[in-house]
């Protein structure tokens, strides 16, 4: 069936204003989920760039004691012992620069 020249059934129909917000909202929201996303990934590699400095290859613990957890600052590392102290070591010597002694509470 052949229609005629002049005859355009739905070519040039003007868009609803509410499909037209809604395509305008699906795009913001595609935007800022890409945004979010890139910023997300942004965050864990700085993260992962700026970590501290790795742990020391030997810690040597006074009176054969053992270690039982770790913690780091920016210039030093502490190591808790099993027989309740805290060892607090330089970093760039790696001597130990204080004993902490923790006491049971009463």
Same mark, same amino acid.
Do not use: C
């Given at each position: 069936? +052949?229609?005629?020249? $002049? +005859? !355009?059934?739905? =070519? !040039?129909? %003007? #868009? %609803? %204003? ?12 595609? $935007?800022?989920?890409?945004? $979010? ?7 864990? *590699?700085?993260?992962?760039? !700026? ?21 780091? $600052?920016? +210039? *030093?590392?502490?190591?808790?012992? +099993? =027989? ?5 070591? =330089? /970093?760039?010597?790696?001597?130990? /620069?204080?004993?902490? #002694?923790?006491?049971? #509470? !009463?």
């Amino acid at each position: 069936m +052949d229609t005629p020249q $002049g +005859d !355009n059934t739905g =070519d !040039n129909l %003007p #868009e %609803p %204003p509410q499909l037209r917000f809604l395509r305008l909202l699906v795009t913001v929201l595609t $935007g800022v989920m890409i945004a $979010g996303i890139v910023l997300i990934l942004g965050l864990i *590699w700085h993260r992962y760039n !700026n970590a501290r400095a790795p742990l020391p290859e030997v810690i040597t613990l006074p009176g054969g004691a053992t270690a039982t957890a770790y913690t780091q $600052g920016p +210039d *030093w590392y502490a190591v808790v012992t +099993d =027989d309740n102290q805290i060892l607090i070591f =330089d /970093r760039a010597s790696g001597k130990l /620069r204080q004993e902490i #002694e923790i006491t049971p #509470e !009463n």
